[in-house]
T-cell receptor, first 113, second 112 residues
């Protein structure tokens, strides 16, 4: 079955460490997105990519980095510069951008210890 | 950028009753309006969407209505069931249609 796989489901990070969240899709979608969700809050856009080897900053990109070397993969690195990284991270993809529905992964819950 | 307002933020209904959630938006050029359902600890799931050339769309117990003149669209759930309990988000394209702005979410509780 086609879909988006995020791993790991839970991730613990020590302060000062960089961590990378994985996002893989087999839907052949061109567009991919990373969102952050804090408890009881909505979805805030971190980065997005419309095509391989190209990506743009979203509304809260500071302290995060991404790459898009393959169509099916869009990993997110949470760097030590992100001062409050504890959150639920969601990856999504779309066949044609914002005028089409998004398919979301099941999320990664990151906790700083 | 696009301004999206979603109301109410919480909604409690008795099982079998109807629920309505409304979103208003600011960009009159927007032409695609999806609704997502997020269950606890999971990612959102697209449940229904509508394009601007249609005023209403139904899928079993759920429906979406669009008023382009007033710039609002609504999610209607009839004959609610406990499994409808979740957080619902609306979304509107913006930024040259490369990304969407999500509403702030509505927590729906269906009381058995």
């Amino acid at each position: 079955d086609g879909g988006i796989t995020q791993s790991p489901k839970y991730l613990f990070r020590k302060e000062g460490q960089n961590v990378t969240l994985s996002c893989e899709q087999n839907l052949n979608h061109d567009a991919m997105y990373w969102y952050r969700q804090d408890p009881g809050q909505g979805l805030r856009l971190i980065y997005y990519s419309q095509i391989v080897n190209d990506f743009q900053k979203g509304d809260i990109a500071e302290g995060y980095s991404v790459s898009r070397e393959k169509k099916e993969s869009f990993p997110l690195t949470v760097t030590s510069a992100q001062k409050n990284p504890t959150a639920f991270y969601l990856c999504a993809s779309s066949v044609g951008g914002a005028n089409y529905g998004y398919t979301f992964g099941s999320g990664t819950r990151l906790t700083v210890v | 950028g696009e301004n999206v307002e979603q109301h109410p933020s919480t909604l409690s209904v008795q099982e079998g009753d109807s629920a309505v959630i409304k979103c208003t938006y600011s960009d009159s050029a927007s032409n695609y309006f999806p609704w997502y359902k997020q269950e606890l600890g999971k990612g959102p799931q697209l449940i229904i969407d509508i394009r601007s050339n249609v005023g209403e769309k139904k899928d079993q117990r759920i429906a979406v209505t669009l008023n382009k003149t007033a710039k609002h669209f609504s999610l209607h759930i009839t004959e609610t069931q406990p499994e409808d309990s979740a957080v619902y988000f609306c979304a509107v394209p913006n930024g040259g249609y490369q990304k969407v702005t999500f509403g702030t979410g509505t927590k729906l509780q269906v009381i058995p």
